[in-house]
């Protein structure tokens, strides 16, 4: 099975049916051939968000949310050491400390994330999107 990490806004736009993630990208996501995994670092990001306000996100509050995802076929990754190292000694070509982790994890899998954010590219990771 083909394994592929989703970055948190791609994440986003999927769960509310957003126009601006391509009908393609969504069925990349909805592939059953695929693994689509999601970093618990996105879920924190989201529900940082959502508590100063600047996401309206409803299941960002709920306590249930990483299993709401993994009822809708999205498998949760910790954030685990090693990631964390890689991830800060990463180039600084992005700064974002959560899009960071989501680099570092695909590099260490040697997966491509979904991600529409060009700066991505700078790294020696796929990028899909």
Known sequence: MIEQLLDTRVLL???QNDPALSDDI???IEDPGRRS???MASLWELAQKEARGLLLFEPAKRP???RVLLEQGFDILPVEWGIMR???SLPLHHTDPTDRLLIAEAIARNIPIISLDQRFDLYQV???G
């Open 126 to 128: 796929e990028r899909v």
């Open 26 to 28: 969504a069925r990349q």
């Open 64 to 66: 249930d949310f990483p």
């Open 86 to 88: 890689r991830a800060a």
């Open 13 to 15: 736009l999927f769960l």
């Open 37 to 39: 995994l999601v970093s």
